[in-house]
């Protein structure tokens, strides 16, 4: 069963981005933003990911679809999106049959980048031992593929917002090798997707978290 969801999210993968666009047909790839139990908010930065769409379209010349969806942690529809993003500030909770799922997504070639918009981080460790008990987030080196599959970040994580004077960090989940799940932390990535009179941020600066995005995406396809 794993091998084939491998290959139907390969296929997807191939039919939809790699072929040539036809006129002004729109993909039928789209990336979904991962919706959890527990009361945080899930859905926070509500134009980042389709921000981030657009920049992969432009600047990569990928064909996502403009509009992302939403997927529940537990949904079976998990595994049409080769890329799940999952964002907050607050409490997450997995129930078992959600771990379950996740952890059968992530090992069938999905991908899921965490993204923490400040307080999800004591949350989110504990829950994702739900999903792989039997691995621990490490901090990946800055000469790691995905700093450097599309744009170079030879310093790691480009910092966005300022909240603890913390140095931004990027963890990783590895599972055989391959990294499945990107967790980034202490410098809100999403946040420099989202458009810019949201928080103002400096151009240079939005360009370079959505470079960052840009990278994680581009990986997340690769791995396939």
Known sequence: MMRIKNYLLSLLL?????????????????????????????????????????????????????????????????????????????????????????????????????????????????????VFPELSFIELPYDHEVYKVKYQFADGLPKVHEHDGKSPQGFGLIWEGRLICYYSYETDLGNGWEDQSVYNNPEETRRKALQMGANLVSYAFMIL
């Open 14 to 130: 191939i039919l939809t981005v790699l072929m040539p666009q036809m006129g002004e047909a729109q993909s039928s790839l789209k990336l979904a933003k991962l919706k959890y139990g527990g009361g945080g908010d899930w859905y926070a930065n509500k134009t980042s990911l389709p921000n981030l769409i657009k920049f992969c379209n432009t600047e990569l010349r990928m064909n996502l679809n403009p509009n992302e969806d939403v997927v529940e942690a537990g949904s079976p529809d998990i595994f049409g999106y080769p890329f799940v993003h999952m964002t907050g500030h607050g409490n997450v909770v997995f129930t078992d049959a959600e771990a379950k799922n996740l952890r059968s997504y992530l090992l069938s070639g999905g991908f899921l980048h965490i993204d923490d918009n400040y307080g999800l981080d004591p949350f989110i460790r504990r829950e994702m031992k739900k």
